[in-house]
């Protein structure tokens, strides 16, 4: 079992620059594939970035790639989601989820541990 617990969110003007963090507790946390996911007002969840238990591989939506970059650190169970150059757009809930494959890494169904998600409001 793995709990997730999400950090960091807020308001923000476009052009800043947040950095999520999300601590897990666990002692499997460093064999998982960890995701940031986020849902936009009204609409679905959608993927954000994933990275792979070692670090060694990272996947971004095209939409911020450039701008966001995921990390993590297995000695403090903690991922982390660095996002600069913040638009109006990226207002969302940001999540981060956890699982232990990478097969369709960009897919939230297929992840099987979530926390409980933070605000972050860029405003124009």
């Known amino acids: 079992q793995v709990q997730l617990v999400e950090s960091g969110g807020g308001l923000v003007q476009a052009g800043g620059s947040l950095r999520l963090s999300c601590a897990a507790s666990?002692?499997?946390?460093?064999?998982?594939?960890m995701g940031w996911f986020r849902q936009p007002p009204g609409k679905e969840r959608e993927f954000v970035a994933a990275?792979?238990?070692?670090?060694?591989?990272?996947y971004y939506a095209e939409s911020v790639k450039g701008r966001f970059t995921i990390s993590r650190d297995n000695a403090k169970n903690t991922v982390y989601l660095q996002m600069n150059g913040l638009k109006p757009v990226d207002t969302a809930v940001y999540y981060c989820?956890?699982?232990?494959?990478?097969?369709?890494?960009?897919?939230?169904?297929?992840?099987?541990?979530w926390g409980q998600g933070t605000q972050v409001t860029v405003s124009s």
């Open positions: 666990g002692r499997t946390f460093s064999s998982y594939t």
């Open positions: 989820a956890g699982r232990r494959s990478i097969a369709a890494i960009t897919s939230a169904p297929l992840y099987d541990y």
């Open positions: 990275i792979t238990w070692s670090g060694g591989s990272t």
